[in-house]
Nanobody, 121 residues
Framework: VQLVESGGGLAQPGGSLRLSCTAS????????MGWFRQAPGKEREFVAT????????YYLDSVKGRFSVDRDNYKNVQYLQMDNLEPGDTALYYC???????????????WGQGTQVTVSS
């Protein structure tokens, strides 16, 4: 199993970034996928999950209405569109494969290496 994130970088407050996660080594379309983040000095936290076919999504309260998770099962890629970014969104963002069927309190069994998102003026 391999998960490779890309698309992180520096954005100004109110700006946008789009993260991608390319998956390989497993049948992507049968797994719930997720995004997590870890800010300096804080524990890693859940950000968003998306079900097998992309019809259901679930978000951390603080990103609802600003972030949107999507996936392309033909390309084995999931995305995280981040709009109206805030300094509090600064963190290392991880793509994850979710174990089981729980989207609201997900447990990951595989992680990507992470991509840094920094929101600053």
């Amino acid at each position: 199993v391999q998960l490779v994130e890309s698309g992180g970088g520096l954005a100004q407050p109110g700006g946008s970034l789009r993260l991608s996660c390319t998956a390989s080594g497993f049948t992507f379309s049968v797994y719930i996928m997720g995004w997590f983040r870890q800010a300096p000095g804080k524990e890693r936290e859940f950000v968003a999950t998306i079900d097998w076919n992309g019809y259901a999504t679930y978000y951390l309260d603080s990103v609802k209405g600003r972030f949107s998770v999507d996936r392309d099962n033909y390309k084995n890629v999931q995305y995280l569109q981040m709009d109206n970014l805030e300094p509090g969104d600064t963190a290392l963002y991880y793509c994850a494969r979710i174990r089981g069927f729980t989207m609201h309190d997900p447990e990951a069994d595989y992680w990507g290496q992470g991509t840094q998102v920094t929101v600053s003026s």
